[in-house]
């Protein structure tokens, strides 16, 4: 088993240790101090005496703070320790750790406490092999500070290390000569600073006392008041209970505020992605609007403004299209790989009409349409300009960057996700079919747009016309009789590609399906191939490539599961959405109420527990938002005009449920729903 990992964290700035506080490189994960997409810190390991400690205990306090409590040596030593270590850690744009030594003899006590500092100032996207740079290292004794800098051309990053204690500095570390009186303590306080100089002249807080002012009072007040704009949950259930606050609390975490951009956005998650992606981005901020309304505007600002303005295959930028990566990286600063502004990717540009017109349905916000008139039109063009490359009326995709890019460009977009049933993969350009579904859906909604804020009737009239062929179209090329299916994709001529995968929950989530067919698209949701009774499978079980290990290949998202759950209700399938709702709640139980980006597809009465695969990350924003949008599903949440609709239908065994204060057009409004099968004589929940 792979030793657990402790974090805190403040927006893209976060630190990964082992359970004892100490950071050592590590090739499968990032450990270590990282912000902006650099590693500042990836030594950092506590001995006193020589000896490495042990954890007697934990106290994560909140997402940026957290304490351990400490003992030298092996664990057999615990009784017979005369001195423990508390290490109190928080992060904001800074990093700080105190520590404190604690003499439990009845006699003075000497110790040599040793800091080894260190750092590679690696890109994020190399840490499984970081290469090796010049860095230049300061010790500075008398200031109390050791300083590592690195510099290519403008590209600059420069970790400070100052304690209030005196101590011997060298080059990789600190030791402090320290004796501690009977029953006494000895402390000192480390601060890390992460500069940055990339051009934009933005360094990071220098001060201690500001740190501790901007963690003790600052940060906690921030998330007091995050939690207290989310709406109050009243549940029977305590995991639903606890799954809820894990939600918000992990959202909270996985906010920052980019350079140069004044609003908070949501990062994709720990410990891989913690920058700007944009289907992340997008989806969390879909599956949010009812907790978290203020994710949508951010988001839509931010990918409108970084939209896509010319063709540059180095980048897969097009007119029109919407981002699908930003980061701060190295490697994405000198071009060697795309990531510092990259459009790879087909989806993020129909998500976004989805999601500005989603949003002022539920915030009656007309200005911000108005504002982001010209991207969404823009991005409506793209459809048919770009997405469109065969000239078939179908969106396909296929990379331009043969070094970098993203072969598969779809939220599966790991290189081997799309395959048929045979195991065979299509050719290029591919044509996924919750693509088609998202574009009509976009459609429609630009229509709606142009309609009633846009004041164009003429292009309202095209959209709906353009949407309505494209069902028809896609019914008559996608629908597969003998599998009673949707294609997962079309290749390049138009075959298609006839597995049964997850996808067709996002095509009843978009609308796209004939009501004629949604009965066997559901059938298969709910089928054994698909439903592994916590979720559903990435890939059918019946499929020649299945791998219930596989990310896009048998895998179990929450967040794919989630949009399942929403369009099986769209479809009138109440019960069958409430029981793979019911899958999902039972998975966050496993995990002290968060899910996981994604478990094994293994069947539930074969393990009987949710097997988390270590190619996912924790906390993730769309796994967090997924448990909130099945809370939104289940109690059939849609905003109507100026009112709130509630229609629920909740899992056996949930009891009652009941949500205040939503916000919306309507200011707040409540929602209450019970299991039915748990009978009529319920007493109401009481706030």
Request: charged share 25%; with cysteine.
């Amino acid at each position: 088993m792979r030793e657990e990992r402790v974090h805190v964290m403040a927006g893209n700035s976060f630190a990964v240790s082992d359970t004892e506080g100490d950071m050592e490189c590590d090739p499968r994960t990032p450990t270590g101090l990282f912000s902006f997409d650099t590693r500042f810190l990836a030594r950092w390991v506590l001995t006193i005496d020589g000896a490495r400690f042990n954890a007697l205990s934990r106290d994560d306090m909140t997402h940026f703070e957290t304490r351990f409590l400490l003992v030298p040596g092996a664990a057999s030593h615990y009784v017979d320790a005369d001195v423990s270590v508390l290490r109190h850690r928080s992060i904001d744009d800074s990093f700080n750790e105190r520590i404190t030594v604690l003499n439990h003899s009845a006699d003075p006590a000497t110790f040599v406490v040793r800091l080894e500092i260190g750092t590679d100032f690696a890109d994020t996207a190399e840490i499984t092999a970081p290469k090796r740079r010049p860095i230049r290292i300061t010790a500075r004794p008398e200031h109390g500070e050791l300083r590592l800098r690195y510099e290519r051309q403008r590209f600059a990053r420069e970790t400070i290390v100052t304690t209030t204690r005196p101590a011997e500095i060298d080059e990789t570390g600190m030791t402090f000569r320290i004796e501690v009186e009977p029953h006494g303590a000895w402390a000192t306080d480390l601060h890390v600073d992460m500069l940055l100089s990339t051009g934009v002249g933005r360094d990071l807080r220098t001060d201690l006392e500001a740190h501790r002012r901007h963690v003790r009072e600052d940060m906690r007040v921030d998330l007091r008041a995050f939690l207290d704009r989310a709406p109050e949950l009243v549940a029977e259930s305590g995991p639903l209970d606890t799954a809820y606050r894990r939600s918000l609390l992990d959202l909270a975490g996985l906010r920052y505020t980019p350079l140069a951009f004044p609003e908070h956005l949501p990062v994709a998650g720990m410990p891989w992605s913690m920058s700007l992606y944009g289907r992340d981005a997008l989806v969390t901020a879909l599956q949010t609007l009812p907790y978290v309304p203020e994710f949508a505007p951010a988001v839509l600002r931010i990918l409108a403004f970084y939209q896509g303005s010319r063709l540059d295959d180095q980048h897969e930028e097009e007119p029109g299209k919407i981002l699908a990566e930003f980061r701060y990286g190295e490697r994405g600063a000198f071009g060697e790989d795309p990531t510092l502004v990259y459009y790879g990717a087909a989806d993020t540009t129909l998500l976004f009409v989805i999601l500005l017109d989603e949003y002022e349905r539920w915030s009656g916000d007309a200005d911000l349409v108005r504002e982001l008139r010209h991207p969404a039109r823009a991005a409506l063009d793209w459809i048919d300009e770009y997405g469109d490359s065969l000239g078939d009326g179908y969106v396909r995709y296929q990379r331009r960057n043969v070094s970098y890019g993203s072969v598969n460009q779809c939220w599966k977009d790991s290189d081997d996700a799309i395959v048929g049933r045979d195991g065979r993969e299509p050719g290029f350009p591919r044509a996924t079919c919750e693509l088609q579904g998202y574009a009509y859906d976009a459609k429609l909604r630009g229509a709606r747009l142009a309609r009633d804020f846009w004041d164009d009737p003429d292009h309202a009239d095209r959209l709906e016309r353009e949407a309505a062929q494209l069902r028809q179209r896609f019914d008559r090329d996608f629908w597969m009789p003998h599998r009673g299916a949707y294609a997962l994709a079309l290749g390049p001529d138009g075959e298609p590609v006839d597995a049964v995968a997850s996808n067709l929950g996002h095509l009843l989530w978009s609308g796209i399906v004939d009501a004629g067919r949604a009965g066997e698209a559901a059938g298969h949701l709910l089928g054994p191939e698909l439903f592994s009774g916590w979720g559903v499978r990435t890939l059918g079980s019946g499929q020649r490539r299945y791998n219930p290990v596989g990310s896009h290949l048998g895998a179990v998202w929450p967040f794919d599961t989630a949009f399942a759950v929403a369009g099986l209700r769209r479809y009138g399938f109440h019960r069958e959405a409430a029981r793979v709702a019911r899958g999902v709640l039972d998975m966050s139980g496993h995990f002290a109420g968060r899910l996981p980006e994604l478990i094994a597809g293994y069947d539930r009465q074969m393990t009987r527990y949710p097997v988390p695969l270590p190619a996912g990350g924790s906390p993730q924003s769309w796994s967090a938002g997924a448990l909130l949008m099945l809370l939104s599903t289940m109690l059939g949440l849609a905003p109507c005009g100026g009112n709130l609709l509630v229609d629920p239908v909740l899992p056996e065994g949930l009891g009652q449920v009941a949500l205040f204060d939503i916000p919306g057009r309507w200011g707040h409004a409540d929602a209450y729903g019970r299991d039915r099968a748990a009978g009529r004589n319920r007493r109401r929940p009481l706030r």
